[in-house]
């Protein structure tokens, strides 16, 4: 697990623990602050000790059962959040997690990520533009374990054909968000409002 602080690093304690055992029942791991522990949510103490701030930290590693559901207990003295939990199953990242709140559970399952999982997020796209070659970009984010070289990349405009073509010379490794954009931008020459919908297809040549 690695945890990222925000401003306030001693304000945060956390716990691994199965996914029906409470703070402080069968603790996995932990680390943050331990005066602040399972009950000082929202207590807004102050303690000084644990993470030092808007700092990194690798938790040690942890043996799971393949398949089974896990949660983190996150606690925040101040009961503002600010931390920022990330999820690796054999290297791989599966669950990020932030916190906004004095205490929540993140659960997550021991399990690697598929081979190949594209996330489409949005398009990246304002939404306003002059008229003229508007160049239609992706963003996507990458939640399978092979790295993304190549894609196709499709788009339609208010429901009409969809222009589909390969992007290649891409390098989209396990836990990484990328900007796509596709080889033929779109030329409207009427004002006026659209819709377009983006599409990805043929992971690495064909994969799903």
């Known amino acids: 697990i690695e945890i990222i602080t925000d401003a306030y690093g001693s304000e945060g304690y956390w716990e691994l623990v199965n ?4 703070c402080g029942q069968g603790t996995i791991l932990s680390g943050g602050n331990t005066i602040v522990g399972c009950g000082g949510a929202g207590n807004q103490n102050q303690p000084t000790g644990g993470y030092s701030s808007n700092s990194i930290i690798t938790s040690d590693t942890a043996c799971l059962m393949e398949n089974e559901s896990y949660r983190i207990a996150y606690v925040d003295d101040w009961g503002d959040g600010g931390f920022e939990f990330l999820v690796f199953i054999n290297g ?6 932030e916190g906004s709140g004095s205490f929540e559970y993140f659960t997550f399952e021991a399990t690697e990520p598929p081979s190949f999982d594209l996330v489409m997020l949005h398009a990246h796209v304002p939404a306003y533009q002059p008229q003229g070659s508007i160049d239609i970009e992706a963003e996507v984010y990458n939640a399978g374990t092979t790295t ?3 894609l196709d990349l499709a788009y339609t405009i208010n429901g009409g054909t969809s222009l589909s073509q390969t992007v290649s010379g891409l390098s989209i490794p396990n836990g990484a968000r990328a900007h796509i954009t596709h ?9 006026g409002d659209y819709d377009l919908v983006l599409s990805h297809s043929n992971l690495n040549g064909s994969n799903i």
């Open 92 to 97: 791989f990242l599966v669950k990020e997690f």
């Open 183 to 191: 080889p033929s931008p779109w030329t409207p020459t009427t004002d």
């Open 148 to 150: 993304i070289t190549s």
């Open 19 to 22: 996914a029906d055992s409470a």
